[in-house]
């Protein structure tokens, strides 16, 4: 089953990027043949065309997000880089398929979040179980002793255990239009995602209500202030090869996959901050996050941003890609790690 | 390195486990169940605490050291130090050894000195008062600490004068042909092929990873090594922890400046590399640890100088 499952895995997210790429040939010196394709791969190979992918931003929209509807983009860009979070998912958008297994249609495989849900079923029960074990023992060391009367707790448990919930509601029909279930979902970008897809890798266009923004739009829009504290972080790690997504769940800015969500576990949880301005902060703050941090084996590491003052930068005079890059390239980042020592055990 | 503490439970643990003795998380030991049998265990531990702790504390005359306040080094001089405290404590001059205030008050607060003022035997209290104008409270406290639980722990020597470093920023000087083409550009990832995703992440990388730089070097506390350590006074090896005391009231956690001023002052860490790129990420550079002192509690807080790595 593992192995299956890796396997799988290893054959769906292969690529770390929405972006295409055209490997050379192995060159085998020794073969002319050999040597001539790769010159030839490597004078005439035409450009890649790029799968471009259309968003909506919506200035009066308070989460930022940028809005991806067509269903073979946002599946896209999840199998490729894990950008985006299903609007109805806990991150890939995989609620149509999910709704189809719900109504007994074909949906094809089983979702992350429902083997979570399977797994966490599974758990109660044991709980339970436990639980109900537990009771008994107490229970038979109190008959021993002679003041209470024996009974079999777990007989009676097995007795009262409740039916299981239909799993159609009534509601679902009004998700059927003619013989098919109508799509629902879409996949919010987060500001940073959206502008490392459109600025980065040229791949996200992004339309407002007057058309197509420009680069200059997008980075007052999605990049100003603090936002750029968090890019800068974000872009600096997406750089490196890390699989970035938001730690909002953990109470930081973001998260560091080595791969990404189905392979294994985020590794770090990173805190972006922007270091030339003194941001005051206390112990009970940083105290609060590592604290949470540790508590779901994740190491919490400060991303510190030094550059211009965010807030000072002139934003409108953003208007080539070469005034983004001129503008990154004043930026650096330096990691810290921030953990808990406890000394009684690192006594060895 | 997750700390154990902050472990999650591991269900599967439960599986494994036959019969019903399996443990429930966050749930005290001792938890009334009613029975007697609980409460006859319970009864006979506690008496067993109240005789340990209705027996006078004392110490043999034979092993008692004597100490003698001196205001003008504010430290305790023992002219005859003995015991294997002395190994690891104190400072070794020609006619005498010099305590600090600290560790005169850890060796007086376990009944092994007796520190003298002026001919007299002074109480806790008194070498307290004393000791108090020449070390921080945080410090005493930090310092018993960890001395209780076993760690040996040195005043950190003052620091030799530290050249500063100039800055460093690691950048990819890939800008010149992205530059000379760039008015047909409308991403970074600029050239028209890419024969690999590393060439992109490369033309990605313009925020550059920052290194220590032009600092005033902040010094730690303490020395502090681990218990089973070899420990020579006269020839300390380097220490397994740096640390350095802060009062969670008075100061904030440290700025930036402040956090490389800390590494400034201590060495890389000399243990080798990891083969996964995750523990070397982990491992980091360089090393200190903060005693946040909160009103007489602490917290000990790691702080590592690291830098992620490209991956693939």
């Known amino acids: ?289 590592a604290r949470v941090v540790g508590s779901v084996k994740k190491t919490l590491a400060f991303a510190y941003v030094e550059g211009p003052d965010p807030d000072l930068v002139d934003y409108s005079e953003i208007k080539t890609i070469s005034d983004w890059r001129a503008l990154l390239a004043q930026y650096s980042v330096q990691s810290v790690i921030y953990s808990r020592w406890t000394p009684n055990r690192t006594r060895d | 390195m997750s700390d154990s503490e902050d472990e999650v439970q591991d269900w599967l643990a439960l599986t494994r486990v036959q019969d019903a003795a399996v443990l429930k998380r966050g749930e005290k030991d001792f938890a009334p169940d009613g029975t007697n049998i609980q409460q006859s265990i319970l009864d006979r531990s506690r008496n067993a605490m109240y005789d340990a702790l209705n027996h006078p504390r004392a110490t043999s005359a034979k092993n008692l050291v004597y100490g003698e306040w001196d205001s003008e080094r504010q430290q305790v001089r023992v002219d005859k130090p003995k015991g294997t405290h002395f190994f690891t404590m104190g400072k070794a001059e020609r006619t005498a050894t010099f305590l600090d205030p600290e560790e005169a008050v850890y060796l007086a607060q376990r009944g092994t000195l007796q520190v003298m003022y002026r001919g007299n035997a002074l109480s806790i209290e008194g070498i307290c008062a004393f000791c108090m104008s020449a070390c921080r409270q945080e410090n005493m406290l930090v310092y018993s600490y960890l001395k209780k639980l076993g760690y040996i722990v040195r005043r950190a020597p003052a620091l030799e004068q530290c050249v500063p470093e100039p800055i460093q920023h690691l950048r990819q000087s890939q800008g010149f042909w992205f530059w000379l083409t760039q008015p047909w550009h409308e991403q970074l990832a600029w050239r028209s092929v890419y024969r690999s995703y590393s060439q992109v992440y490369r033309d990605l990388s313009i925020v550059s990873t920052a290194r220590q730089t032009h600092v005033e070097p902040i010094a730690a506390h303490y020395h502090v090594y681990k218990p089973g350590t070899q420990f020579k006074k006269s020839k300390p090896l380097p220490p397994d922890f740096y640390v350095r005391v802060v009062d969670a009231r008075r100061q904030n956690i440290p700025t930036l400046t402040e956090t490389r001023g800390l590494f400034a002052s201590v060495p890389e860490t000399n243990e080798a590399p990891k083969r996964s790129p995750i523990t070397r990420i982990k491992q980091g550079k360089k090393q200190v640890v903060l005693a946040v002192v909160d009103a007489g509690i602490v917290s000990f807080v790691r702080l590592v100088e690291t830098e992620f790595e490209r991956l693939n």
């Open chain 1, 1 to 289: 089953m593992k192995g299956s499952w890796n396997k799988k895995i290893n054959e769906v997210y292969v690529d770390p990027l929405p972006f295409e790429v055209q490997p050379l040939p192995t060159l085998i010196l020794h073969n002319p043949v050999s040597v001539l394709y790769f010159l030839y791969k490597l004078c005439f190979s035409p450009a890649p065309r790029q799968v471009k992918i259309a968003g909506t931003f919506d200035p009066n929209d308070p989460s930022m997000a940028v809005r991806v509807t067509d269903e073979s983009t946002m599946l896209r860009l999840w199998e490729m880089g894990f950008f985006g979070k299903g609007s109805l998912s806990r991150s890939e958008p995989s609620w149509y398929g999910r709704t189809c297994r719900r109504l007994g249609l074909d949906g094809g495989e089983m979702s992350l979040e429902e083997l979570t849900e399977l797994r966490r079923q599974k758990r109660r029960i044991l709980k339970r179980e436990r639980d109900l074990a537990e009771r008994q023992e107490l229970h038979n060391k109190l008959v021993a002793e002679g003041r209470a009367e024996p009974v079999n707790l777990i007989e009676l448990a097995a007795l009262a255990e409740e039916d299981a919930q239909p799993p159609i509601r009534d509601e679902d029909r009004e998700l059927v239009k003619g013989d098919t279930i109508i799509k629902l979902e879409h996949l919010q970008l987060m500001p940073c995602e959206a502008l490392f897809l459109q600025l980065g890798l040229g791949v996200l266009d992004i339309s407002d209500n007057d058309g197509v923004m420009s680069i200059m739009k997008s980075v007052e829009s999605l990049a100003k202030g603090k936002l750029l504290t968090e890019y800068i972080a974000y872009h600096y790690y997406r750089s490196l090869g890390w699989c970035v997504r938001s730690g909002v769940k953990f109470g930081t800015d973001f998260i560091l996959y080595r791969r990404g969500p189905p392979f294994q576990h985020a590794e770090f949880a990173v805190m972006a901050v922007y270091a030339n301005r003194h941001e005051i902060h206390d112990w009970w703050w940083s105290q609060g996050v």
